[in-house]
Nanobody, 122 residues
Framework: QVQLVESGGGVVQAGGHLRLSCEAS????????VGWFRQAPGKEREFVAL????????SYSESGKGRFTISRDNAKSTVTLQMNSLKPEDTAVYYC???????????????WGQGTQVTVSS
């Protein structure tokens, strides 16, 4: 059983940046592929980015391309989402999730963190 804990959320002005971290415990650092999702009030949870277990494959949503960067340090069992040029529409609760497969939808993930709030003010 893998436990995931997100950190790094907060309030930032438009154009600013945040660095989210997802720390895993209960499994080896390279066992799972990891994805970031977000959910704004009244909206469905949506895919943001993913990274495979080895860290050599990444994928981003259209809204995140060019602004967000996902990376991982398997020695520290940590996955990071660097978010730059933030916009008010990026406001949401951000979740990291782990999966044994590469998946672009939330249904493909077996383990979830509790989420961290990101608020971008205009």
């Amino acid at each position: 059983q893998v436990q995931l804990v997100e950190s790094g959320g907060g309030v930032v002005q438009a154009g600013g940046h945040l660095r989210l971290s997802c720390e895993a415990s209960g499994g080896t650092g390279s066992t799972y592929n990891v994805g970031w999702f977000r959910q704004a009030p009244g909206k469905e949870r949506e895919f943001v980015a993913l990274i495979n277990r080895n860290g050599d494959t990444t994928s981003y949503s259209e809204s995140g391309k060019g602004r967000f960067t996902i990376s991982r340090d398997n020695a520290k069992s940590t996955v990071t989402l660097q978010m730059n040029s933030l916009k008010p529409e990026d406001t949401a609760v951000y979740y990291c999730a782990a999966s044994v497969i590469l998946a672009w939808t939330s249904l493909g993930y077996q383990f979830w963190g509790q989420g961290t709030q990101v608020t971008v003010s205009s």
